[in-house]
């Protein structure tokens, strides 16, 4: 899939939402992301994850790994296109950590997948817990990495289907509330 195909996607489902969108942050933007408009449809969850995998189809895989919630659903995908183990991290006290009885062997080669990447702090706690068991993170692969250049993590290497800058304003400075558009209401399609 080229970037362009991947973002069409994303807004013919509602997963990017254009308008005037009020942030919990209570930072204002002009474009939304939910990814679950466009996850909820697994033939378009198994299009999406057969791109990530594509890119790693000759990388010697053996797991997949992903960050609850969204990761659960990418792992599996990712790791039916790669014909490999597909598992994933959840919190326990607030720390990231395998639970289920899942676990890596030492020099394993994983995969980590994550759907929208804002900052990256949930990737960076799952290399940890994959080299705390020393097994290898061989490379990230983000369906949507929004983090404008930030989400950087050292000696893993990372790829994206989509890059994309979310602008966020604060009200005073909103250029969409200076022209009088009002706030979207974010209903089932977000228009
Ligand atoms: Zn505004």
New binding site residues.
């Given amino acids: 899939m080229t970037e362009q195909e991947v973002k069409d996607l994303l807004v013919k489902t509602g997963a990017i939402m254009d308008g005037?969108f009020l942030l919990t942050s209570g930072l204002?933007s002009p474009h939304y992301v939910e990814k679950f408009n466009v996850l909820q449809h697994p033939e378009y969850t198994q299009k999406l994850c057969e791109a990530m995998a594509e890119k790693f189809k000759d990388a010697a895989i053996d797991t997949v790994v992903g960050p609850v919630m969204g990761g659960v659903l990418l792992a599996h995908e990712t790791g039916k296109a790669l014909g490999t183990r597909a598992i994933f991290t959840e919190r326990e006290n607030g720390k990231m950590t395998f639970r289920r009885g899942f676990t890596l062997r030492e020099g394993e080669r994983v995969l980590i997948v994550e759907d929208i990447v804002t900052t990256g702090g949930s990737i960076k706690e799952v290399i940890e817990v994959v080299k705390s068991l020393r097994a290898i993170p061989v490379a990230v692969s983000m369906l949507v990495d929004r983090s404008g250049g930030k989400a950087d993590f050292g000696d893993v290497p990372a790829t994206a289907l989509l890059r994309m800058n979310v602008e966020t304003?604060t009200?005073e400075e909103?250029p969409?509330?200076r022209q009088g558009i009002p706030m979207t209401k974010r209903g089932r399609t977000g228009k």
């Fill in positions: 005037h204002h304003y009200p909103c969409l509330c």
